[in-house]
Nanobody, 122 residues
């Protein structure tokens, strides 16, 4: 599986942004797809995941502001980010793994996109 993330950019606090992640392969619908992020000097952290059955999970820091959704027909997963804050500034990575229970853990994921930079300014 190859992943290609896109959609990052420079926005102001309070703005919205949508990230996309395109996946190769015929078994996309079987994968749990996730977004992680890494800010400068910090460890990579879980943002949101959507499992093969459609269940959605997100971190407390983005709950209510970010939404993950997928289009299995197009092998795409999205991260809709609303009400962006300065602390959302990071490189965002999409990740994929055959579905399982450890979806909040980065070590669970076998495939990673290249990352897309999101910068939120005041």
């Amino acid at each position: 599986v190859q992943l290609q993330a896109s959609g990052g950019g420079l926005v102001q606090a309070g703005d919205s942004l949508r990230l996309s992640c395109a996946a190769s392969g015929r078994t996309f619908s079987r994968y749990v797809m996730a977004w992680f992020r890494q800010a400068p000097g910090k460890e990579r952290e879980f943002v949101a995941a959507i499992r093969s059955g459609g269940s959605i999970y997100s971190s407390d820091s983005v709950k209510g502001r970010f939404t993950i959704f997928r289009d299995n027909a197009k092998n795409l997963v999205y991260l809709q980010m609303n009400s962006l804050k300065l602390e959302d500034t990071a490189v965002y990575y999409c990740a994929a793994a055959v579905d399982g229970p450890a979806y909040r853990t980065d070590m669970f994921y076998d495939y990673w996109g290249q990352g897309t930079q999101v910068t939120v300014s005041s």
